[in-house]
Each structure stands twice: as C-alpha cells, then as structure tokens.
T-cell receptor, first 114, second 114 residues
Framework: EAQVTQNPRYLITVTGKKLTVTCSQN?????MSWYRQDPGLGLRQIYY???????DKGDVPEGYKVSRKEKRNFPLILESPSPNQTSLYFC?????????????FGPGTRLTVT | GESVGLHLPTLSVQEGDNSIINCAYS??????FIWYKQESGKGPQFIID?????DKRQGQRVTVLLNKTVKHLSLQIAATQPGDSAVYFC?????????????FGAGTQVVVTP
C-alpha cells in the first residue's frame, strides 16, 4: 500500500531532551516536507527536500533540523525542544518538484513538550 | 493564504446542497493554488489544483475558481454529502525564490447537516 508513515504517533517529552520524528514513504517520491499544525493557523511548512541531500527552509524552520540521506526517509530533529514546539506534525511527500502541490500526508505526530 | 485567528470559520450545508468555500490570497506571484481536505484525526488530502494561468478547473463533484484580479479562490462542491464534512484548506506555491514552498490558509470547517 502506498503510504507515508510517521513514528511515533504520540510523544510527550521534557524541555531540552533531543528527539527525532521519523518519516518514510514507499512511493519513490522526490519531494518531501514537514509541517506543523496549530489551532487556527493552518499548516505551516518547517522544511522541505527536493531530493536526496537537498533540503531548504520553509516558513518556520527555527528550532528544527532535517536530513535526507535516503530518498524514502526524511527525519525531523528537535535538538532542544521547547514548549512552543508542542504541536501536531505532519510529513508529506510528492512525486517531484513539478508536482509539489499534490502532496500525500502521513497520519501525524502529536508532540507535547513540558 | 488567509489568517483567521483561533476560531475556524464554519460553513453549515444541508446534504444535497452545493457548498462554496472561499479563500483570499495575497501573493500575486503564486503559480499554483490548491485545495486540501482534512477529516478529523487524519492528515490533509489533496483535492484539486489550479494553475495561475487558468480561471476554472473541474474535477469530480468539485470546481475551483480563481479570480486573480481580486486575489480570490473558491472551491465549489456539488451535491454535498455527509462524507464532505471536514476542514478545507486552500494553499499556494509562492513561486520566485520560494518556489519549493507550500503555504496554507487557516482553513474552513464544513459541517453537512441531514
């Protein structure tokens, strides 16, 4: 089944404890992206990747890191999480940059930082 | 995309009626405009897109209209069904130096009543 998977789905952590949220797609998509969703603000793009080893900042990259060492994986790293990073996070992928608007989303990761 | 604060605008529609969801955008350089649907507890799902050089595009039961003069985008859903109940987001690809980005509006809650 073609899908985007994220792990973990739920995470409660404490301020300053490094964490990684994994994202994997099995569709051989070139373009991948991370978003955070907060009430009333829609989805805001954190980082995106046009292909392996090519990443760029979205609108809210502060406090996050990403890497794209393999085409299928695009982990999101929070080196020192803070309470304002409590949010619902979505990973998405699309076939190519030319189709970047037609994104397939994962199920989401709900992160709480205390 | 639009920003409407903490409370999503809500559109209540009777089953079988047509729905019209509106979105204002601000970037005249955006090259694609897109509609996504998000059901409760799930990631967003691509519905339809329209390129900036078009003013109308039709899909299955949906029509997207683009008015570049007033920077307005709308999604029309014909014969609304209970399964159409969801939050609907407009999004845009900014173009220019930000051509890899995807920017979402805050969303509209659609509630279908029997």
């Amino acid at each position: 089944e073609a899908q985007v998977t994220q792990n973990p789905r739920y995470l409660i952590t404490v301020t300053g404890k490094k964490l990684t949220v994994t994202c994997s797609q099995n569709m051989n998509h070139e373009y991948m992206s991370w978003y955070r969703q907060d009430p009333g603000l829609g989805l805001r793009q954190i980082y995106y990747s046009m292909n392996v080893e090519v990443t760029d900042k979205g609108d809210v990259p502060e406090g996050y890191k990403v890497s794209r060492k393999e085409k299928r994986n695009f982990p999101l790293i929070l080196e020192s999480p803070s309470p304002n990073q409590t949010s619902l996070y979505f990973c998405a992928s699309s076939l190519s940059m030319g189709k970047r608007y037609e994104q397939y989303f994962g199920p989401g990761t709900r992160l709480t930082v205390t | 995309g639009e920003s409407v604060g903490l409370h999503l605008p809500t559109l209540s529609v009777q089953e079988g009626d047509n729905s019209i969801i509106n979105c204002a955008y601000s970037n005249s350089a955006s090259d694609y405009f897109i509609w996504y649907k998000q059901e409760s507890g799930k990631g967003p799902q691509f519905i339809i897109d329209i390129r900036s050089n078009m003013d109308k595009r039709q899909g299955q039961r949906v029509t997207v209209l683009l008015n570049k003069t007033v920077k307005h985008l709308s999604l029309q859903i014909a014969a609304t069904q209970p399964g159409d109940s969801a939050v609907y987001f407009c999004a845009e690809t900014p173009g220019g130096d930000s051509w890899g980005k995807l920017q979402f509006g805050a969303g509209t809650q659609v509630v279908v009543t029997p």
